[in-house]
């Protein structure tokens, strides 16, 4: 059984940063791509970031290119992701996922509970 554990989140104001973990326990994840989905309210999960088992695939959506960098230390069994210029549309629900592949897919094999990210103007 894995289990997933994100941390990090937070308020934080325009412009600011966070950085989230996700932890994995309940086995190694070789092989599998893990990374970030998140939610807003009233609007369906999106696809942020992932990163393969040896990290050379490295995927993110448009509107985060160049202010998040996702990484992971595979001895740690942990994902993260520096979020850089924040703004209030990064609010939402950040979901960890893990998926076995290179990339993840919306209906990934692996979840987290999620953790909150909301960014004031």
């Known amino acids: 059984q894995v289990q997933l554990v994100e941390s990090g989140g937070g308020l934080v104001q325009a412009g600011g940063s966070l950085r989230l973990s996700c932890a994995a326990s309940?086995?190694?994840?070789?092989?599998?791509?893990m990374g970030w989905f998140r939610q807003a309210p009233g609007k369906e999960r999106e696809f942020v970031a992932s990163?393969?088992?040896?990290?050379?695939?490295?995927f993110y959506a448009d509107f985060v290119k160049g202010r998040f960098t996702i990484s992971r230390d595979n001895a740690k069994n942990t994902v993260y992701l520096q979020m850089n210029s924040l703004q209030p549309e990064d609010t939402a629900v950040y979901y960890c996922?893990?998926?076995?592949?290179?990339?993840?897919?919306?209906?990934?094999?692996?979840w987290g509970q999620g953790t909150q990210v909301t960014v004031s103007s």
């Open positions: 309940g086995r190694t994840l070789n092989g599998y791509a």
């Open positions: 996922a893990a998926d076995l592949g290179i990339r993840l897919r919306m209906r990934s094999e692996h």
């Open positions: 990163i393969s088992w040896g990290g050379p695939s490295l």
